[in-house]
T-cell receptor
Framework: GESVGLHLPTLSVQEGDNSIINCAYSNSASDYFIWYKQESGKGPQFIIDIRSNMDKRQGQRVTVLLNKTVKHLSLQIAATQPGDSAVYFCAENGIDMRFGAGTRLTVKP | GAVVSQHPSWVICKSGTSVKIECRSLDFQATTMFWYRQFPKQSLMLMAT?????????EQGVEKDKFLINHASLTLSTLTVTSAHPEDSSFYIC?????????FGSGTRLTVV
């Protein structure tokens, strides 16, 4: 079946730098996407979402970009902090919720 | 905001016994709930989708007789791991939603000894 996946399993950045986490999706009919953050031993937490009628959405220090042409999502974190270290998942919010492998972000002090 | 309470947060049980995990939506009604399991350093794997008042839909490869799901009300879904074995040890997470927007529970660490 169709699935959501992630390009990179790990990402290491220096504190203060910007981080970019990528996600590819395969269901062209998906119209709603969510980025989640999961810290060790905890459930995923909502970060930001975007609907397919938008190309970009900004939150506090985070920006999600959607490229429907190539079915690609990205999450940009500005001025990455140690507290941003976690696994990040993108998900399609359609009939069900399926996750890609996730990207582990490590922030070096 | 929407809050999902999951209990217990951790449980240790003996092989062959059954364990029940509860997932409650505290301040909203959840027509759909999802159950996931997660092994170390791996992604969440969808086990089943439960809809209030109807039978759960299980993902391929998930034994419905082993992982019993009950969604008897709009605020409560339970996952019972029956006759647990050490290979069932995992992190189980639920999520609840109303069709748009989903909130996750804090997860249950199950260890079968």
């Amino acid at each position: 079946g169709e699935s959501v996946g992630l390009h990179l399993p790990t990402l290491s950045v220096q504190e203060g730098d910007n981080s970019i986490i990528n996600c590819a999706y395969s269901n062209s009919a998906s119209d709603y996407f969510i980025w989640y953050k999961q810290e060790s031993g905890k459930g995923p937490q909502f970060i930001i979402d975007i609907r397919s009628n938008m190309d970009k959405r900004q939150g506090q220090r985070v920006t999600v970009l959607l490229n429907k042409t190539v079915k690609h999502l990205s999450l940009q974190i500005a001025a990455t902090q140690p507290g941003d270290s976690a696994v990040y998942f993108c998900a399609e919010n359609g009939i069900d919720m399926r996750f890609g492998a996730g990207t582990r972000l490590t922030v070096k002090p | 905001g929407a809050v999902v309470s999951q209990h217990p947060s951790w449980v240790i049980c003996k092989s062959g016994t059954s364990v029940k995990i509860e997932c409650r939506s505290l301040d909203f009604q959840a027509t759909t709930m999802f159950w996931y399991r997660q092994f170390p350093k791996q992604s969440l794997m969808l086990m089943a989708t439960s809809n209030e008042g109807s039978k759960a839909t299980y993902e391929q490869g998930v034994e419905k007789d082993k992982f019993l799901i009950n969604h008897a009300s709009l605020t409560l879904s339970t996952l019972t791991v029956t006759s647990a074995h050490p290979e069932d040890s995992s992190f189980y997470i639920c999520s609840a939603g109303t069709g748009f927007g989903y909130t996750f529970g804090s997860g249950t660490r199950l260890t079968v000894v």
